[in-house]
T-cell receptor, first 116, second 112 residues
Framework: AQKVTQAQTEISVVEKEDVTLDCVYE???????LFWYKQPPSGELVFLIR??????QNEISGRYSWNFQKSTSSFNFTITASQVVDSAVYFC?????????????FGAGTTVTVRA | DTGVSQNPRHKITKRGQNVTFRCDPI?????LYWYRQTLGQGPEFLTY????????KSRLLSDRFSAERPKGSFSTLEIQRTEQGDSAMYLC??????????FGPGTRLTVL
């Protein structure tokens, strides 16, 4: 069963527009961790944020912000005032404490294209 | 502080050949993970090590795949008798226990 669903395959915006990426997850664990990674054309996965299941505080880091809602099992990511350098594939991922391996289950990714 | 490194970055091989990839984790990280990513998909877990012990293998890891981490530092992933379906990006990540995984740049394998 798919544990992480990113319903948006591709999003295209013009520079300076805001873009929100959706992520819905599924788990039976009470302790789990959610992540966002960025994969630019070079291919390397770059870590952006990690949240644990007990911390529902939203977070802002520069132009990036994250909205974690356990009630809807969602962990959405917003880029404010997008820039061309934000063009990449963005992955949401889940790791579960119950298995003790903490392996990551990734969504299929959302390709963001920011046009100048 | 160096990140995770992987070699080679690209590998082109003919079907039936054996290939080996290397991953050097962040030095103080005792957990090392291998993932495979095919075009248009998210990475999928293959296997992981805690120190030198291989603790879990995915069903994706067929008998042709073997991974080692002999001294608890670098790791190798070998694919024997490669098939075209093995063409993918192979990603390595390292972490401390219960902590964020940091990824290397990956090895892109093309099997002709």
């Amino acid at each position: 069963a798919q544990k992480v669903t990113q319903a948006q395959t591709e999003i295209s915006v013009v520079e300076k527009e805001d873009v929100t990426l959706d992520c819905v997850y599924e788990t039976r664990d009470t302790t789990y961790y959610l992540f966002w990674y960025k994969q630019p054309p070079s291919g390397e996965l770059v870590f952006l944020i990690r949240r644990n299941s007990f911390d529902e505080q939203n977070e802002i880091s520069g132009r990036y912000s994250w909205n974690f809602q356990k009630s809807t099992s969602s962990f959405n990511f917003t880029i404010t005032a997008s820039q061309v350098v934000d063009s990449a594939v963005y992955f949401c991922a889940l790791s579960e404490a119950g298995s003790n391996d903490y392996k990551l289950s990734f969504g299929a990714g959302t390709t963001v294209t920011v046009r100048a | 502080d160096t990140g995770v490194s992987q070699n080679p970055r690209h590998k082109i091989t003919k079907r039936g050949q054996n290939v080996t990839f290397r991953c050097d984790p962040i030095s103080e990280h005792n957990r090392l993970y291998w993932y495979r990513q095919t075009l248009g998909q998210g990475p999928e877990f293959l296997t992981y090590f805690q120190n030198e012990a291989q603790l879990e293998k995915s069903r994706l890891l067929s008998d042709r795949f073997s991974a080692e981490r002999p001294k608890g530092s670098f790791s190798t992933l070998e694919i024997q008798r490669t098939e075209q379906g093995d063409s993918a990006m192979y990603l390595c990540a390292s972490s401390l226990p219960v902590d964020t995984q940091y990824f290397g740049p990956g090895t892109r394998l093309t099997v002709l």
